[in-house]
Each structure stands twice: as structure tokens, then as C-alpha cells.
DNA sequence: CTGAAAGCGCTTACAG
DNA sequence: CTGAAAGCGCTTACAG
């Protein structure tokens, strides 16, 4: 069994390739008649015919494919939820998104000059290199969700405004010496930075002292070791963690001291996974607009392509806390 | 700045476009002069240039890509990790693991009609439709990760195995009268079931009366409405839960319910997530060895496509309990 | 040992 | 409104 090509459907319906290309591609500026249409249409359904994308690629030299570089990072439900939502929106658009996990081991300009996609979605950093290389083979790309991103057309999801919105529900709530509690990966480290420097400036303009920064592991110790020290002088009395799960480590450390939140410290995280709910006490946390975030990013993409896309929605909404018992 | 193409480099070198071909494809029954060799190599390295996968796959028929389909299930950091650890494997073979996350939007038929994957590992069930097409379009598909696999050369972790080493834990401390966590997500459906029939079966073989079913929600209130239900008549020991998120949920309902575990009730989770150690009590589970199951079935992918992989390793240590201190 | 040529399946100027 | 033909970049029989 041999691949139906286009010259099948157009013997079979008895019209040339070229009109058999019109109608399934809908080319504009060409008027094909209805019934010729219709034939080559029902001839192309019924013989199952599916365009060769190698072949489609290799003459347009653009395919159809949204390349979306997923970094090193700890994957996590938010990734898996917005890649999904991209995967739904692209398909949207005849785009089919394929995810390639950047582990650092290949060189990333030898994938992309190989599938020489339509555009591609850099979800983390990429090397100047790979972005001028990428730009001058004038395939779109979206980078980064990062802040400071040099390129104005890309949407980013402010890190230091999640950070900002901690220290403020946590000053709101009375309190003054705070803690951040960071993850140790490095991986992470771009977003951890950006995080950092956002509860810094939230301390700072409400008047609060610089908060006190310490890594902690996800380990119920190295929670219990960052309480010891932060009760230690001038005691925390908030925390701020980059994400549940450090937060629900925080909350472990708390437990293991024999201390009580919210009452002897309050933690908040960022994500609002699942398990946030379940903690004890109900972890108060950061929620963010994944779908939001998913719109945005592909509005971006379309619009590169030249897509006639309608503007993204307003990012003022693109996260907000969800208030529980822990603080 | 146009592509670099097989006819530059061998222009540049002197040579015809099938020698170079010949070198940077090493076809065997070739013997290029070590001369000429060196100088294609260095004139390709010294262009920057990159095969055109597009006309490659046209040429050939078949492409570098793996398709990788991921069904709507919760992602988690299991399916992460096994992702990952795919990509990794496949990548030293040269070939691009991509990811599709199906979500049953799009035909699945379209999609590897287009991109003519070299083989399709689908970590879920196919349609029979689209399991047969692949097999006539001579497309090596390898499949879920379930039990009663009809194809021989599959790899699958024994579901029920995991279920009946749960029941074992649990028999082991003296319990006789089980529970059975299972998720809600209609999508997980396939697992569930094969966890549920493991369990029954290790109850029966042990002598112990059938495991009590409830499904229990990511909620509080869930985990407290089936723990007061397993409590009622003769009252239930521990509890097998699907997953280690499900048992997070039996624990806090426990909590909800002025119950302590292990005392009253014993509770053990499937995953290790990170998160089971910071549960209160730490969350005893089964640990399964993905790195072992991301080798199996990426040698069960290559050997389907007749490269030379060593044998996969023996598949007995696919799991084992994690014991902590809720059970 | 190396080269000229065909052809994979498509799209798109260019004629008719 | 529709068709014949070129060409995207590669690989591979087939000659030399």
C-alpha cells in the first residue's frame, strides 16, 4: 500500500495537479469552478489522501510545524498545562506544535535547520547564537517567559510581579520581617533571580526590611534547618516561597519545629497545584493564568507568521492569591 | 542568507554531490579516498551544513523523527521523566523524539500521515483504525504502557503488579481489612482498572476479604467522605491509593477526621513524588524504576527499526515499596 | 573510485 | 479557468 499522492487525486478526478493544489489549498486569486471543486474535494476525502509535509516543506521551505523548545527545567503541572494549551491553539490553526525537550545534549541549531520549522517558541533562554542564527534564517522566533526580554512583541509573564504580590498580601496581613524561600535547582535560576528581586523591591517600597533569603530543599531538614535560622535574631514571621512545593517544604520545616502557621509563621506559594489544598494548613498561594499565558504566547507566534490574530486579552489578570489558612 | 545544500559542499570541495552524500552518510559498500573524506568533512563543518530533513524524508520515504503520542492523561513528573529520559536515548541513536500531546482534537491519522514519523510510541491506547494504518504504511508503532498488550515485543509495566505489592506492604503490618484510593480522572481509567484487578488479586490470593473501591477527589472533604465510609462497619486498616496525590488526599482526610496514620488507618501511595516526603507522616509508596522503562521502550522502538541495540535489561526490578512512616 | 541523472511529492510562476 | 514544467534538496541505482 502506497502513499495517495496528489497525482492520484487529480487522475482520479481527472484534473491536473496544479488544480488539485488550488482547491486543497484554497489558493486565493484562483476560481476553480464548484464542480470541479466538490469532485476533487470528495475524490481527495475518499481516496484518503494526506499532503506529504516533507514534500510540502522541502518546496515551501517553511512546514507547518511550531517548534516549542521546553529548557531543562524541573517539568511541573504548569508546563504540562500550558503546553497543552498551545498544542489546542496551534491546531487551531493547521499548526502542529511539536515539544522538544532541551536537555542541553545536542545542539539546538542542528534541530531546527533540520525541521525547519515555521516558527519557534523558545520557552526559556536561548544562546545568542541559536536567536541570530534562527533571525537570519527568518524563522519567527517567541522566546522566554522571562521579564527584561529584548524583543517587545514577546509576551512575558512578569516574575517579579508574583513575588511583588506575596510580599504585599503578606504585609497586608501585618507582616514585617519576611523571609524568600528559594528552590535549589539551578535550572531555575533565571526565574528564581527575577522572583528575588521582585519581593525585593515589594520590601522595600512598603518600608519592610530586605526580606531573608535562604534555599531550601524539598526535604522535611532543610526546611526545618532555613525556620531555625530565620527565627533566629529578629524573627520571620512570613515566608514567601517560590513555588508549592517549596512552600509545602517550608510548611514541613514549620511542623518539624513544633511551630504552627499560620499563627507562628505565615507561607505563601506560587502555582496552586493540587496538593496546595490538601497541605495542612491549606496552603495560600499564587494562581496563575496559564490559559492567559498559553493565548499569549501563541498570539505572539501567529502573529509573527502574519496570521491575522485577535490581539491578545489584557494581561492585567494573569494571576491573582488564593487566600487560605496558612497565612 | 540562504540554505547551505549538499550541491555548496561539493562544489567547494570538488567533488559531485554523491560523494558527498557517500562521506556524510558513511553508506557502506563505499570506499571514498581518506583524502577526499577529510576534505568533504571539513568543507560541510566549515559551511555549516545541515541536511535538509524535509528533502531527506522525501527522498527516503521514512524521516529521523520518533513520534511520541502522550494521551490526555493528568501529566505528571513520571510521564515527565520518562519523556525526558526517551529523549535523551533517542537522541544518541540520531533520532528527534517529538512529543504530541493528543488530546483527541485531531485525527491522529493526519498527523502521522504528515510528518512520516520513522516509528510511532504511543504511550496510550490507539484506535484500532490508526494502529492498523500505521502497521500497513509499514510503520513501526510501539505501544502503551499497559498490561495484556497485544503486540509480544512491547514493553509494559505489569499495573497490577504495582497494585499487588501495595496489598502486600499493607498485609505484611497485619492489615486485613484494605481500601482502595482510585482517582476520578475518567482519563486514567485503563491504569485504574488494571490497579483495582491487582489489588483484588493479591486480596484473594492472601485470604483477605475484597479491598472496599471509592474514588476519592484532590479535596479535603473527598478524603474525609471515604475515610468515614471505609470506617463504618467493619472498619478498614490502611489503604492502597492510586497514586501518591490520591494518598496526600486519604491522609488529610484522615486528619479532617481526627485520625492518625498509621495508627488507625495505614496509607500507601504510588509515585514517590517528591512531596511524599513531606507529608505528614511521610508517605510511604512504591517507587518505579522510569529510567528502566524508558530504556525498554526505546530498545523495543529500535529494535523494531532493525538497529542493533543491546537487550533490554531484565524487567524484574521495576518497582519496589518506599517505606516511611504512614504505614 | 566518482559523476550524471532520475525521482521522492509538492507548489507556483508561466502559458495557453 | 486549467495544464505542462520547473525546481525545492536529497539519495541511489547506473554508468563510466
Redesign the interface.
Known sequence: ?S?VTSADVARESGVSRTTVSYVLNDTPGTSISELTRRRVLDTAERLGY??????R??RS?R??VVLCVVPDWT?G?VI??L??DL??LF?AQGL??????D?G??PL???W????PRAVLALGPLTDADAAAMR??RIPVVGSTLDEDPHPETFAVPQHGIAELQVEHLAARGHRVLAYAAPSDSRLAAFTERRIAGARAACARLGLPEPRLRTVE???ES?AAAVREWRAGEPVTAVAAYND?VA??V??GL?AEGLRAPEDVAVIGVDDI??A????P?LTTVWQAIDAQAEHLASSVLAALGHDVPPPRPTHELFHVVERAST
Open positions: 500500500m502513499r494526506t499532503p506529504s509535509a516533507a514534500a516543506t522541502l521551505g512546514s507547518d517539568a503541572p504540562d498545562t503546553i497543552d498544542t489546542t491546531a502542529a506544535l511539536l515539544v522538544f525537550n536537555r545534549n545536542r541549531t542542528e534541530l535547520r533540520a525541521v525547519t537570519s534564517a524539598l526535604e522535611v526546611g512545593e509545602l517544604a510548611l514541613a511542623r493540587p496538593l489544598r490538601l497541605a495542612s491549606a
